[in-house]
């Protein structure tokens, strides 16, 4: 539970201009406003956090770029975030997180499937999406160490019909190379999300039906209207 | 769509229906330790019903609304609402002990209010003043009172007992009722609600499509996102306990 020292040291969004401060009321604001900065990283220490948002940062300006280029169709667009996608996420942990426990339930013929169905489940339904979202910036908010060793990059859409929304992505650091391992939409996480959508089939089904459920929405995308 | 502004007379009963419902929370989320969601019976068939209103009545007119609407009109309406908004953030944020929220938000307002034309137009943002989007059930769970077992209502969709509580005192926060005739807020309600409904009518049909179960994907959604606009997600360390455990 929160102090009442608390609101002091909550970060508020810099006015840019100071042209808020004009207004009288806002004088209150201002002892919050000067005690912000962006948590400041320091790139001494073994662990090293600036990589993990370096991740990020790169992989939101490749999107970006190519989702601003007018000379690619729209399946052009598709193919080269996927695999900008396919480079920096961690679809094989991801898909893992999502089971849970019912991993162990699967097969090893069942777990190859069900890997390759879900990276194609994930680019049907949002690769599609995105590309329809293109006049924004991307904002990189901090980061944060959490208790793992996983790091979370905090970002927030700047413009268009968006504007405002966060997104969270948590990076995992394997062999070296961080790689994104969840993204949380203005704080829903999509392994939760889907890992109690996969557990209800699952519970009912069985493996099986879970990755039958998986081939029927493939074969039908979402961003195929 | 339901009139959940009542009119000044309304608010004795708002009151006592509010306390009633707090009370009920509290037992009703001992029980549900275990189950997340001990009333899925019930709230599966008010998700099917609201599935077909949206299917056969909502979603269309939404379409229709989107569809006369340029985008922009639809956007500046939103805008207005969200500021008609502003004296539940601002209650609510002073509920919360959120001092320096509680006057940005009344910077927003005078601002939106005055240079935006009515909240029409939002120049605060611009300026780096953001909105904290606070709500009295917010306030209960900032305090420590739980959400409560997962609750669909008719036509509003997820919610709490908790969230029932907060929108049922808010309503006294909103200015409008007390000077207007009972079907302005009924009206006022229902074009906001009808409003968001077409703005997000795109994101809505994607979801659905692509759901192994929407509702389930819907459930997961609001719990999430209720938790984390209680926690204020920047300043926490959010506890997501076995979410992250790679099972060997």
């Known amino acids: 539970m929160a102090t009442f020292t608390n609101w002091m040291s909550r970060k508020t969004p810099i006015p840019r201009f100071g042209v808020a401060l004009t207004v009288g009321v806002l004088l209150l604001s201002i002892p919050a406003a000067s005690a912000v900065s962006e948590p400041k990283v320091s790139t001494s220490g073994s662990q090293s956090p600036l990589d993990a948002r370096g991740v990020v940062e790169k992989t939101v300006q490749e999107v970006l770029v190519i989702m601003r280029n007018p000379s690619l169709s729209q399946q052009e667009r598709l193919t080269s975030i996927e695999q900008i996608v396919y480079g920096k996420f961690d679809l094989t942990t991801m898909s893992r997180l999502v089971l849970a426990r019912n991993w162990q339930r699967f097969s090893k013929e069942q777990q190859v499937e069900y890997v390759s ?20 910036e991307v904002n990189i908010k901090g980061d944060r160490s959490e208790s793992n060793g996983h790091v979370t990059v905090r970002t927030a859409i700047v413009g268009g019909q968006f504007e405002g ?61 | 769509m339901t009139n959940d502004r009542p009119s000044n007379a309304n608010h004795l009963v708002a009151t006592i229906a509010a306390l009633a419902c707090l009370l009920f929370a509290g037992i009703a989320s001992a029980e549900a330790e275990e189950n997340k969601d001990p009333w899925e019976r019930f709230n599966r068939g008010i998700f099917r019903f609201n599935e077909g209103a949206d299917r056969y009545v909502v979603g269309p007119v939404a379409k229709g609304w989107d569809f006369i609407l340029p ?24 509920l919360q002990e959120k001092l320096v929220y509680a006057v940005e938000d009344l910077g927003r307002f005078v601002i939106n209010t005055s240079i935006g034309l009515g909240g029409l137009f939002d120049p605060a943002t611009e300026l780096g003043l953001k909105a904290h989007d606070e709500d009295f059930g917010q306030t209960l769970g900032y305090w420590g009172v739980p959400p409560g077992p997962y609750l669909v209502l008719p036509l509003l969709g997820p919610s709490s007992p908790r969230h ?76 997501d306990g076995d979410l992250y455990e790679l099972d060997e």
């Not at chain 1, 169905?117 to 995105?130: A, C, V």
């Not at chain 2, 029932?164 to 000077?179: T, W």
Request: hydrophobic content about 40%; proline content about 3%.
């Open chain 2, 71 to 94: 985008d922009e009109v639809e956007l500046a309406l939103g805008r207005l609402f969200d500021n008609a908004r502003f004296p539940i953030r601002f209650i609510n944020n002073l």
């Open chain 1, 117 to 136: 169905l879900f990276k194609q489940y994930l680019s049907n339904n949002y690769g599609g999406r995105l590309s329809r979202y293109d006049e924004f």
């Open chain 2, 164 to 239: 029932v509580v907060g929108r049922v005192a808010d309503s006294a926060a909103a200015v409008y009722p007390y000077f207007t005739m009972f079907w302005v807020p009924a009206l006022v309600t229902s074009t906001d609600l009808l409003n968001s409904r077409s703005l997000y009518d795109e994101t809505l049909t994607a979801e659905r499509k692509s759901a192994l179960d929407f509702y389930v994907f819907q459930r997961n959604a609001y719990t999430q996102y209720r938790e984390d606009q209680v926690l204020d997600k920047e300043d926490s360390e959010s506890d």
């Open chain 1, 165 to 225: 929304a966060e997104l969270d992505y948590r990076l995992r650091n394997a062999d070296g190379s961080w790689k994104v391992i969840d993204v949380k939409i203005e704080g829903i996480s999509m392994v939760s999300n889907l890992r109690d959508q996969f557990k209800e089939v699952v519970s009912s089904g069985g493996p099986e039906l879970l990755l039958e459920k998986l081939r029927e929405k493939n074969a039908a995308p979402a961003s195929a209207d």
